[in-house]
T-cell receptor, first 113, second 117 residues
Framework: SQQGEEDPQALSIQEGENATMNCSYKTSINNLQWYRQNSGRGLVHLILIRSNEREKHSGRLRVTLDTSKKSSSLLITASRAADTASYFCATDTRGSTLGRLYFGRGTQLTVWP | GAVVSQHPSRVICKSGTSVKIECRSL??????MFWYRQFPKKSLMLMATSNEGSKATYEQGVEKDKFLINHASLTLSTLTVTSAHPEDSSFYIC?????????????FGPGTRLLVL
């Protein structure tokens, strides 16, 4: 079964607001990654956080990881209409072939201008 | 960043025919590529790990005779959907790993939309 589960499934906000998406997973991981997908397109890698890291920043993105709770969050600050997309977390699990990723169902983010 | 391409981007075929999808890493070599399947508004499901020069490793529940994978070179992996049926209609996405600044990152292709009539 797939590892990650995102929450909420859908999020609708106004431009300028912050968007927070959460991800929970089941087993031990090497790292957790967040991806973005525009409708009907491929995935774009956003950020990777390793199991020994607790927080990471990249531009307007902030990712946290709590391995004790097996959860991660993605915060997009000062959102823009162009941020509208589906966001997926993916886990690279311990003991698996390096690079095998298991994806959650995703959060559909809609940012209204 | 590294670029992965897929061909074709969309294909329509008749039930019973076979369809080949190509995945290429354009500016890097990838000993390992991955094939995913995605249903509308659903997550990506890992189908198999494609290993250059050896047999692919399939995830549980994925029929290896149905989804043939060949990783003929360090820049090309192909997925062939054999005797396609309407239930095989889906969005197929490949990915390849590259090392960039000491970190492994997976780069995804743009996907291939398959419609089986």
């Amino acid at each position: 079964s797939q590892q990650g589960e995102e929450d909420p499934q859908a999020l609708s906000i106004q431009e300028g607001e912050n968007a927070t998406m959460n991800c929970s997973y089941k087993t031990s991981i090497n790292n957790l990654q967040w991806y973005r997908q525009n409708s009907g397109r491929g995935l774009v890698h956003l950020i990777l956080i390793r199991s020994n890291e607790r927080e990471k920043h990249s531009g307007r993105l902030r990712v946290t990881l709590d391995t004790s709770k097996k959860s991660s969050s993605l915060l997009i600050t000062a959102s823009r209409a162009a941020d509208t997309a589906s966001y997926f977390c993916a886990t690279d699990t311990r003991g698996s072939t390096l690079g095998r990723l298991y994806f959650g169902r995703g959060t559909q983010l809609t940012v209204w201008p | 960043g590294a670029v992965v391409s897929q061909h074709p981007s969309r294909v329509i075929c008749k039930s019973g025919t076979s369809v080949k999808i190509e995945c290429r890493s354009l500016d890097f070599q990838a000993t390992t590529m991955f094939w995913y399947r995605q249903f509308p508004k659903k997550s990506l499901m890992l189908m198999a790990t494609s290993n250059e020069g050896s047999k692919a490793t399939y995830e549980q529940g994925v029929e290896k005779d149905k989804f043939l994978i060949n990783h003929a070179s360090l820049t090309l992996s192909t997925l062939t959907v054999t005797s396609a049926h309407p239930e095989d209609s889906s969005f197929y996405i490949c990915s390849a790993s590259d090392w960039d600044r000491g970190q492994e990152t997976q780069y995804f292709g743009p996907g291939t939309r398959l419609l089986v009539l």
